[in-house]
């Protein structure tokens, strides 16, 4: 490998590390893959703290034209049942979010984790 490319690699890991400014704080390790598939699949759209996720935006801001605003899970606690029911059924609605992001096992984690983890910092909602 050449001095260039090499250089030219750790600089983009630097730079793709920078991005991820927070850590995934679970109580366990049986929590950990919840919070990594909410991380991948879910952040885009919801914020949670325990999964290091900033993807909601202020209420009535609208990114590139699309609307990409998902609840806010720090604020916001939801029940298992709930969770595996949007998931399924791509939310409440069906207008936005994508139906089975997760499935399986997968989803059943992610359901586990969002359940005991949301409204950490609720205000009455």
């Given at each position: 490998m050449s001095l260039r490319l090499l250089v030219a690699a750790l600089a983009a890991g630097a730079l793709l590390t920078g991005c991820q400014t927070e850590e995934i704080e679970v109580d366990s390790s049986a929590d950990e893959q919840g919070a990594q598939l909410f991380a991948e699949r879910c952040s885009g759209c919801h914020t949670l703290s325990a999964a290091s996720s900033q993807g909601s935006k202020?209420?009535?801001?609208?990114?590139?034209?699309?609307?990409?605003?998902g609840p806010n899970?720090?604020?916001?606690?939801v029940q298992?049942?709930?969770?595996?029911?949007?998931?399924?059924?791509?939310?409440?609605?069906?207008?936005?979010?994508?139906?089975?992001i997760v499935v399986g096992e997968e989803a059943q984690s992610v359901a586990e984790f969002l359940s005991k983890?949301?409204?950490?910092?609720?205000?009455?909602e």
């Open positions: 202020p209420e009535g801001q609208v990114s590139g034209g699309e609307r990409t605003n899970f720090d604020t916001r606690k298992e049942d709930d969770v595996l029911f949007a998931i399924r059924n791509g939310g409440f609605s069906g207008a936005i979010m994508p139906a089975n983890y949301s409204g950490d910092e609720s205000s009455g």
